[in-house]
């Protein structure tokens, strides 16, 4: 049974910095092979992809976070890391760990076939 379990979600202020981390286990295959992804809701609003990463760790970022966000692997700890520098109050949302294979990343979320549980991030003026 897949799991994907997000930690280091908080509050901070405008400008401040988190990082996000997502650990996997279950995986019918190696972690490695997974293209995966952090996505992002806010309240009323649609889920979004913030930062994809391929098994080759190619990247891809939404554009309001290009500059601020980075996203990363580290395949022998089988866990995603999301890296937010200079966070702004329209960053405020639940994020989400997600994986599957090209699909969630040529698609975005109705491509991922894995989510996790989700971790808040809420950002102050």
């Known amino acids: 049974q897949v799991q994907l379990v997000e930690l280091g979600g908080g509050s901070v202020q405008t400008g401040g910095s988190l990082t996000l981390s997502c650990r996997a286990s279950g995986f019918a295959a190696p972690f490695s092979s997974y293209y995966m992804g952090w996505f992002r809701q806010a309240p009323g609003k649609p889920r979004e992809g913030v930062g994809l990463?391929?098994?080759?760790?190619?990247?891809s970022y939404l554009g309001s976070v290009k500059g601020r966000f980075t996203i990363s692997r580290d395949n022998a700890k089988n866990t995603l890391y999301l890296q937010m520098d200079s966070l702004q109050p329209a960053d405020t949302a639940m994020y989400y760990c997600?994986?599957?294979?090209?699909?969630?990343?040529?698609?975005?979320?109705?491509?991922?076939?894995?989510w996790g549980q989700g971790t808040q991030v809420t950002v102050s003026s």
């Open positions: 990463i391929t098994p080759i760790s190619a990247t």
């Open positions: 997600a994986a599957g294979g090209s699909d969630c990343y040529v698609r975005g979320a109705s491509g991922c076939s894995d």
